[in-house]
C-alpha cells in the first residue's frame, strides 16, 4: 500500500466521511449532536494527519474513534424514540462499530515498529 499523501487517501477518513453523510439523513430530533459526532470522526482523522508525528496522530485517532462510539451512543435513543426505522439504525451502528475497529487496527499499524534491516544487507548505493 503506497502511503498517503493527504488525509483524503486514507480508508478511514474515507468510511468516516461516508458516515457523516449518512447520519446527515437522520431526523432532526436528535440529528444536531449525532451531526457534531459523526463530523467529530472525520475531522480529528484529518486534523491528526496535518498535524507533526505519528503520535500526535495516533492521539486524534483515539479522539475519532471516541467519537464513532459516541455516534453509536446516541443512536440508541433515537432509535429507541422512533426517529429512526431498524434498517436505518442498524445500518449506522455497523458502518460506526466498524470504522471504530478500522482506526483502532491503523492505530496498532502506525504504532508498530519499522522492520530492522536484514543482517549483512548493504545500504543502498547512488549510481553515477
Known amino acids: 500500500m503506497a502511503p498517503a499523501r493527504r488525509f483524503e487517501d486514507l480508508q478511514v477518513w474515507q468510511e468516516a466521511s461516508a458516515l457523516a ?3 446527515y439523513r ?3 430530533a436528535l440529528s444536531d449532536q449525532l451531526r457534531r459526532a459523526a463530523v467529530s470522526v472525520l475531522s480529528n482523522i484529518a486534523e491528526g494527519f496535518e498535524r507533526d508525528g505519528c503520535r500526535e496522530f495516533c ?4 479522539i475519532a474513534e471516541g467519537s464513532a462510539g459516541e455516534v453509536r451512543s446516541l443512536l440508541r435513543p433515537g432509535f429507541s424514540l422512533g426517529y429512526l426505522p431498524a434498517q436505518q439504525h442498524d445500518a449506522l451502528i455497523a458502518s460506526s462499530e466498524t470504522l471504530s475497529r478500522r482506526i483502532s487496527r491503523f492505530i496498532t499499524t502506525l504504532r508498530r515498529p519499522a522492520p530492522a534491516p536484514v543482517s549483512g544487507a ?3 548505493t547512488a549510481v553515477t
Request: charged fraction near 40%; charge should be positive.
Open 122 to 124: 548493504r545500504p543502498p
Open 21 to 23: 453523510v449518512e447520519v
Open 26 to 28: 437522520v431526523d432532526r
Open 59 to 62: 492521539q486524534f485517532l483515539r
